[in-house]
């Protein structure tokens, strides 16, 4: 077999677990070699719920941010109900600030395209054998845009490095529409006032996250082509338990199990 994924089971790769792999390898072959999948953490919670309370406010422009902010809180009660993180509770005070923020900037768009909402797409990599996918947030064809809506805690300046290769995937997927994303923050700064910052990616932002995703994969197959055992491959890969990715004590101890200190 030639095809290093096919032999692991891999039908496709996303700019999520690429960008995992590049950052903690031994995580990467935890979750999609060896199926000890992480439980999803209280941030990436937070942000599919201000998703889901925007998205029903973006559809609605009638619709009272009271409601979209009650649409965010049931989604985050029911993603974390297990959850026992002491963030929970804090995190979900902070919700209505994130989605009134958020629906103020991005309302200003109009209508998003009814079928926009995590729809699915699809690129392909030179020389890589099986196609990479994502989700997009929000697709404004009026305006030939493709908006990722980001809540953070601090605005940044510039697109960062992972968000940028998954903004590379979406942007590819639609042709010549415009990649931004929005940052969202809970409360406005104190110093100028702003809550979102829209960031846009350039032709040559692209570019040249494409390249690196292609570079990504490339490193990614090699790897998989040495061995067919998934066991014999965690072997050659050291964690950095000191990493934020490995703070949640039961992905802790998971890799402890897996990895044998």
Same mark, same amino acid.
């Given at each position: 077999?030639?095809?290093?994924?096919?032999?692991?089971?891999?039908?496709?790769?996303?700019?999520?677990?690429?960008?995992?792999?590049?950052?903690?390898? @031994?995580?990467?072959?935890?979750?999609?070699?060896?199926?000890?999948?992480?439980?999803?953490?209280?941030?990436?919670?937070?942000?599919? %719920?201000?998703? @889901?309370?925007?998205?029903?406010?973006?559809?609605?422009? @009638?619709?009272?941010?009271?409601?979209?902010?009650?649409?965010?809180?049931?989604? !985050?009660?029911?993603?974390? %109900?297990?959850?026992?993180?002491?963030?929970?509770?804090?995190?979900?005070?902070?919700?209505?600030?994130? &989605?009134?923020? $958020?629906?103020?900037?991005?309302?200003?768009?109009?209508?998003?395209?009814?079928?926009?909402?995590?729809?699915? /797409?699809?690129?392909?990599?030179?020389?890589?054998?099986?196609?990479?996918?994502?989700? /997009?947030?929000?697709? !404004?064809?009026?305006?030939?845009?493709? /908006?990722?809506?980001?809540?953070?805690?601090?605005?940044?300046?510039?697109?960062?490095?992972?968000?940028?290769?998954?903004?590379? /995937?979406? $942007?590819?997927?639609?042709?010549?529409?415009?990649?931004? !994303?929005?940052? %969202?923050?809970? @409360?406005?700064?104190?110093?100028?006032?702003?809550? &979102?910052?829209?960031?846009?990616?350039?032709?040559?932002? &692209?570019?040249?996250?494409?390249?690196?995703?292609?570079?990504?994969?490339?490193?990614?197959?090699?790897?998989?082509?040495?061995?067919?055992?998934?066991?014999?491959?965690?072997?050659?890969?050291?964690?950095?338990?000191?990493?934020?990715?490995?703070?949640?004590?039961?992905?802790?101890?998971?890799?402890?199990?897996?990895?044998?200190?």
């Amino acid at each position: 077999m030639s095809n290093p994924f096919e032999r692991h089971d891999i039908g496709h790769l996303s700019a999520s677990s690429l960008n995992l792999w590049a950052a903690e390898p @031994a995580l990467w072959i935890m979750e999609r070699l060896l199926g000890r999948r992480s439980p999803s953490g209280i941030p990436a919670a937070r942000g599919k %719920a201000v998703e @889901a309370g925007v998205n029903i406010g973006l559809h609605d422009p @009638a619709l009272p941010v009271e409601a979209c902010i009650a649409e965010a809180e049931s989604a !985050f009660d029911r993603e974390t %109900a297990l959850n026992p993180d002491p963030r929970r509770d804090d995190e979900r005070k902070k919700l209505p600030g994130y &989605v009134r923020g $958020a629906l103020a900037e991005l309302r200003q768009y109009g209508l998003p395209d009814a079928d926009g909402y995590q729809g699915k /797409v699809e690129i392909r990599l030179d020389d890589i054998a099986v196609p990479v996918i994502g989700f /997009v947030d929000w697709r !404004f064809s009026g305006h030939g845009l493709i /908006v990722d809506l980001k809540t953070t805690e601090r605005l940044p300046s510039v697109i960062g490095a992972s968000h940028g290769r998954q903004g590379a /995937v979406y $942007a590819t997927a639609h042709g010549n529409f415009g990649m931004r !994303f929005a940052y %969202a923050k809970p @409360a406005p700064a104190k110093g100028d006032g702003r809550q &979102v910052q829209v960031l846009e990616m350039s032709g040559d932002d &692209v570019r040249a996250h494409l390249a690196a995703l292609r570079l990504i994969a490339l490193s990614l197959g090699r790897f998989l082509a040495l061995s067919h055992d998934a066991r014999e491959l965690a072997g050659l890969i050291v964690p950095d338990f000191d990493s934020f990715y490995w703070s949640d004590p039961s992905v802790r101890a998971a890799g402890r199990d897996v990895f044998g200190f």
